[in-house]
Nanobody, 119 residues
Framework: QVQLVESGGGLVQAGGSLRLSCAASGTTLSTYAMAWFRQAPGKEREFVAVITWSGGRPSYAHSVKGRFTISRDIAKNMGHLQMNSLKPEDTAVYYC????????????WGQGTQVTVSS
C-alpha cells in the first residue's frame, strides 16, 4: 500500500506560480511512475504530467508544456509539480498518483489539493 498526500495548493493571480508537493509513504519500492492529474468543476479528470520514479523521463499534457515542471526526490519519497505562468483555466483540484511496475493503471491516489487562479 502507498499513501499519497498533496500540499502546496492555493489561490494565485494569473501569471503567478505555485509548487505542489506529493509525499509518498508505505510500500514505495515498486513504484514505477508518479503522475499529476487535475479535475476542474464540471469536467472530467485529465492528465497533467508524469515522471518515471527511477529514471526521470517526464512527459506533459500539451496544455501545460513549457509552463509546468514535474520532478521527484527519491531520497525523500516526494514528487513535485512546479507551475509557472498560471492561467485561470489551470484552476482545478490537483491529484498525484502512482503506478507500480506490474500495474497498467494508477492504483494509488492522493486526496487532492485545490489550485485557484484568478484573472
Amino acid at each position: 500500500q502507498v499513501q499519497l498526500v498533496e500540499s502546496g495548493g492555493g489561490l494565485v493571480q494569473a501569471g503567478g506560480s505555485l509548487r505542489l508537493s506529493c509525499a509518498a509513504s508505505g510500500t514505495t519500492l515498486s513504484t514505477y511512475a508518479m503522475a499529476w492529474f487535475r479535475q476542474a468543476p464540471g469536467k472530467e479528470r485529465e492528465f497533467v504530467a508524469v515522471i518515471t520514479w527511477s529514471g526521470g523521463r517526464p512527459s506533459y499534457a500539451h496544455s501545460v508544456k513549457g509552463r509546468f515542471t514535474i520532478s521527484r526526490d527519491i531520497a525523500k519519497n516526494m514528487g513535485h509539480l512546479q507551475m509557472n505562468s498560471l492561467k485561470p483555466e489551470d484552476t482545478a483540484v490537483y491529484y498525484c498518483a502512482t503506478r507500480d511496475v506490474a500495474a497498467s493503471t494508477y492504483g494509488y491516489w492522493g486526496q487532492g489539493t485545490q489550485v485557484t487562479v484568478s484573472s
